[in-house]
C-alpha cells in the first residue's frame, strides 16, 4: 500500500522508481540532503523517479494516522487513538514530533510532514486530510509556499466544508529565512507580507506551537466563533485584568453585562461584587 524509505539519498532514487514501477499507493523519503543543500538535480530525479505515485519529501519523517492506526514515521511519537481530531501538517519534522506529545487535550488524527515539498506539497497534503470528515480542522508550520494560487484554493475549499485553518509561518526574520533555505530549500517570504497572505486566505495565523493548539482546541470543539464579543469569569481581579489585556491586543472586545443579566448576578453574587465584564466573582459565593 505505501513505503517508508530509510535508505541513503542515492539508493533512494533506485527503490523509489521501482516502487512506482509495482504500483505502490505512495512513498515516504527520509534521507535529506536534497534541495535544502543546493542538490536540486537529485531531487528533481526523486521527482522523476516517483512519476505518478504519491511522494512525500525528501527530507521528511512521514505520516501519523491516529484514527485508523497506520504509521509511516521513523521514530518515537507521542498520541493516542482517536474516532476524530484536528490535522497537523508541518515543513518541519521535529516540531511535528514535539505537537504529537502535546497534553493540552486536542485530538489528534493526522501529523504528516511534507519535508521539502518536492512532489506533494503543504497544500496537497492538507487539501487531502481535510477531505477525511473526521477532521474537525487543520494546523499548519509553513516555512515556504510552493504555489500561493493552489494554497489559498486549499483554504477555501475547507472553509466551503465548515473547516478552519491555523498556521504558523517562519521566516519572518533574514536569520529565520536562512534557516528555513538550509532546513527544508524553502522560499520564506518578508514577514508583514506573508502575514497579509494568510489574512487575506482566511487563516488564523498563530506565533507558537502552543498558541496554535489553543486555537486548535476551540476550532475542534467549536468551529469558527462567529464574532469577536467575549465574556469571562475569575475568582481574581489579578486574573480578570490579565485576561482583558490579553484579549485587547488580539481585536477581542469585553461587551458591558446587560442589564437583566446584572440583576441576575447581583441577587447571585451579593453587593459586595462589582460586576465588570471580564468578572471578578470573587470567593463570597464560595462554601
Not at 94 to 111: E, H, K
Not at 225 to 246: F, H, I, K, Q, V
Amino acid at each position: 500500500d505505501a513505503a517508508f524509505l530509510g535508505i541513503n539519498r542515492h539508493a533512494v532514487i533506485e527503490v523509489t522508481a521501482e516502487l512506482a514501477a509495482m504500483g505502490c499507493g505512495g512513498a515516504v523519503c527520509f534521507a535529506s540532503g536534497f534541495a535544502e543543500t543546493g542538490d536540486d538535480d537529485l531531487q528533481q530525479q526523486l521527482v522523476e523517479a516517483a512519476g505518478d505515485m504519491p511522494l512525500l519529501g525528501p527530507n521528511c519523517y512521514g505520516v501519523l494516522n491516529y484514527l485508523d492506526g497506520a504509521m509511516l514515521w521513523p521514530d518515537q511519537h507521542g498520541g493516542r487513538a482517536v474516532d476524530r481530531g484536528v490535522a497537523i501538517i508541518s515543513q518541519s519534522s521535529n516540531i511535528a514530533i514535539n505537537i504529537s506529545m502535546q497534553a493540552r487535550g486536542v485530538p489528534i488524527a493526522y501529523t504528516a510532514c511534507v519535508g521539502n515539498q518536492a512532489q506533494t506539497s503543504l497544500a496537497d497534503m492538507a487539501r487531502s486530510l481535510l477531505a477525511d470528515p473526521r477532521v474537525t480542522a487543520a494546523g499548519l508550520y509553513i516555512e515556504g509556499i510552493v504555489d500561493a494560487g493552489d494554497f489559498a484554493a486549499m483554504v477555501a475549499e475547507a472553509a466551503a466544508a465548515g473547516k478552519s485553518i491555523v498556521a504558523i509561518k517562519s521566516g519572518k526574520t533574514e536569520a529565520a529565512r536562512h534557516a528555513a533555505s538550509s532546513h527544508t530549500a524553502a522560499l520564506a517570504g518578508d514577514g508583514a507580507a506573508s502575514s497579509a497572505f494568510l489574512a487575506r486566505c482566511g487563516v488564523i495565523e498563530a506565533t507558537s506551537p502552543e498558541e496554535m493548539m489553543e486555537v486548535l482546541k476551540i476550532l475542534h470543539l467549536f468551529g469558527r466563533l462567529p464574532g469577536n464579543r467575549l465574556t469571562a469569569m475569575c475568582c481574581s481581579g489579578g486574573e480578570a485584568g490579565l485576561t482583558a489585556d490579553l484579549a485587547g491586543s488580539r481585536q477581542l472586545v469585553w461587551p458591558q453585562i446587560p442589564d437583566a443579566n446584572r440583576r441576575q448576578l447581583a441577587e447571585t453574587l451579593g453587593p459586595l461584587v462589582a460586576l465588570a465584564n471580564p468578572l471578578d466573582y470573587h470567593t463570597f459565593i464560595w462554601g
